[in-house]
């Protein structure tokens, strides 16, 4: 029993609200061992370029513009140095083709599969590659990707939700990192009473189906499903659950979960993308490898959505200003030896990422293009030198990008655009909603970085080992979709207006709780909500069909 139990439930909400006022103001949470980048004053800490005036109006382009090809590669198309990552492996020799690399790479940290791909590649096409194919690759490379080959879930990388009191700054624990729902099934109940009353709003549709954009281990999907029993009508007319996951790992992993967590529910499993007649007792539950599988092969019914922590995954494009006043796009190259670095205007290096003391240097580096890439043409809208087209609608005022200074960094998602697009053309077309939960902000800046075994590390740092990621661009989410956006809020915020504060004192007031499960109950509290841990660092942004009122939450 819990003899005291603050006295009085109320207590445990004074307590959270108090540690709000109290506390020290944290160090940010993306506090990186890169050089800090200046940029246009729009808020504090850290300190933003507003993403929707600075370099689009509307990132869905025109069919001449090669944007939705299936790498989203904005190099010259015509290059005839473009190899296969086969074929740059085969023909890679390293002395012709990076003479002026390390001979000995005494110091670097060692050689991983990938990195060995990336540097042939390099190599033998003769130019860097953009931080977006490096993040990709080292993310999702079929082999050595770090959510492809299984890293994220080995031996001993389970997290108990009951015993998590050795998580550390940025909730990296057991393998890299943690997520919101495997701290508290509370979340998955707050975000369940959202989806409900979206449900009943309308209309109770008799058939839905569920949709989670990277379930990781599963864990949210399952804490919805059991909070969808609440209301009989509600879980029964749930017809099918969509996951759009690759790792053959991790979708054994969630399906275990689900069995594991839903007793009482009958589950139907397919590996396959294919559709198949779906039984009224069951609930149907199919893997995508990515979401175009999902929009070719699913039913057009009503569909509830969720992306929690999984645009942070995707590629990013990185763009510089220069002294000189033009912009230019950042790329990863291959070290090389001291004597070999140059630094002039035809092809200006940036300063090096520096490892943290002691640590060995990386085996890539960045560097500016030395001439405007069509990526930067694109995205930024610059002209053929790199400055930025002052008579664009999309573009800000000659003067307002001078007052931006050099050094500034600006990072494009085309990938979470296109995401957030498509998931309102779906709601749109077939009922429902989606919400949208990751670490961001309104604006850009420099934010990529890399995490593997409770620390944070350059992203350049072994690819295919390390989980690399950014901060979302909210803003630029909400510009491209400006009828259906409602948000973004901080996740502190959103859970409170959607009950977590109700439900803590609810399950405090049970009378088999112990003092240890009370303590736990109020630390998932406090990490979910509190502003010195995830409440304000995460953004919940809504999605529903134009015209719909403003959901609850915003």
Same mark, same amino acid.
């Given at each position: 029993m819990y003899p005291h139990r603050f006295r009085c439930t109320a207590a445990i909400t004074r307590r959270f609200f108090a540690s709000k006022s109290n506390k020290k103001k944290p160090p940010s949470v993306h506090s990186s061992n890169k050089k800090a980048s200046p940029s246009l004053i729009l808020s504090s800490e850290p300190k933003l370029i507003k993403s929707p005036p600075l370099f689009y109006n509307n990132i869905q382009l025109s069919s001449e513009q090669t944007f939705r090809d299936s790498q989203f590669n904005l190099h010259n198309k015509n290059d005839d140095s473009l190899y296969s990552l086969e074929e740059a492996k085969d023909l890679y020799r390293p002395d012709l083709h990076l003479p002026s690399a390390p001979h000995s790479w005494e110091g670097y940290e060692p050689a991983t599969p990938l990195s060995d791909v990336i540097t042939a590649l390099i190599g033998v096409t003769g130019r860097p590659i953009s931080v977006a194919e490096f993040m990709r690759m080292a993310l999702t490379h079929p082999e050595y990707g770090y959510y492809t080959h299984g890293k994220t879930m080995t031996e001993g990388d389970e997290f108990d939700r009951d015993d998590h009191s050795d998580a550390k700054e940025d909730y990296v624990i057991g393998g890299d990192f943690i997520t919101a729902p495997e701290i508290s099934q509370i979340f998955g109940e707050c975000l369940g009473v959202w989806y409900y009353t979206q449900w009943v709003q309308q209309g109770k549709p008799?058939?839905?189906?569920?949709?989670?954009?990277?379930?990781?281990?599963?864990?949210?999907?399952?804490d919805f499903l059991r909070f969808a029993r609440l209301d009989e009508a509600f879980r029964k007319s749930c017809r099918a659950v969509h996951l759009i996951e690759a790792s053959p790992v991790l979708r054994q992993k969630q399906q275990e979960t689900l069995q594991a967590c839903q007793p009482k529910i009958s589950f139907v499993f397919h590996q396959s993308t294919e559709q198949s007649t779906e039984s009224n007792d069951a609930i149907?539950?199919?893997?995508?490898?990515?979401?175009q599988q999902f929009r070719e092969t699913t039913s057009s019914r009503c569909t509830f959505a969720v992306c929690q922590e999984f645009l942070d995954a995707l590629p990013v494009y990185a763009f510089e200003k220069t002294k000189h006043g033009y912009w230019r796009e950042r790329l990863v190259d291959v070290a090389v030896r001291d004597e070999c670095l140059q630094d002039d205007d035809d092809w200006p290096q940036l300063a090096a990422i520096e490892a943290p003391h002691g640590a060995k240097k990386t085996r890539f580096r960045l560097v500016l293009a030395p001439e405007a890439t069509p990526a930067l043409k694109t995205l930024l809208k610059t002209d053929e030198q790199g400055y930025r087209r002052s008579g664009d609608i999309a573009s800000i005022t000659a003067k307002a990008d001078k007052d931006i200074p050099s050094g500034s960094?600006?990072?494009? /998602?085309?990938? /979470? *655009?296109?995401?957030? %697009?498509?998931?309102? %053309?779906? *709601? %749109? /077309?077939?009922?429902?909603?989606?919400? *949208? *939960?990751?670490?961001? %902000?309104?604006?850009?800046?420099?934010?990529?970085?890399?995490?593997t075994q409770h620390r944070q590390v350059p992203f350049l740092s072994q690819p295919g080992q390390v989980d690399v990621t950014a901060d979302v661009d909210f803003g630029a989410l909400c510009h491209a979709i400006p009828d259906q956006a409602h948000g973004p809020v901080g996740q502190g915020e959103f859970l409170m207006r959607m009950g977590l504060q109700e439900r803590v004192v609810q399950l405090l007031e049970r009378d088999d709780v112990t003092d240890e499960q009370a303590e736990d109950i109020y630390q998932s509290m406090v990490r979910l909500a509190s502003p010195e841990e995830m409440g304000t660092k995460y953004k919940v942004m809504g999605i529903v069909p134009t015209g719909d009122e403003t959901p609850p939450g915003f």
């Open positions: 008799d058939e839905w189906q569920w949709l989670e954009c990277g379930p990781g281990k599963g864990t949210l999907t399952a149907h539950v199919y893997w995508h490898n990515t979401w960094v600006v990072e494009v /998602s085309p990938e /979470s *655009i296109f995401m957030a %697009q498509d998931l309102a %053309q779906t *709601i %749109q /077309s077939m009922g429902g909603a989606a919400l *949208i *939960i990751d670490y961001g %902000q309104v604006g850009t800046t420099d934010t990529i970085r890399g995490f």
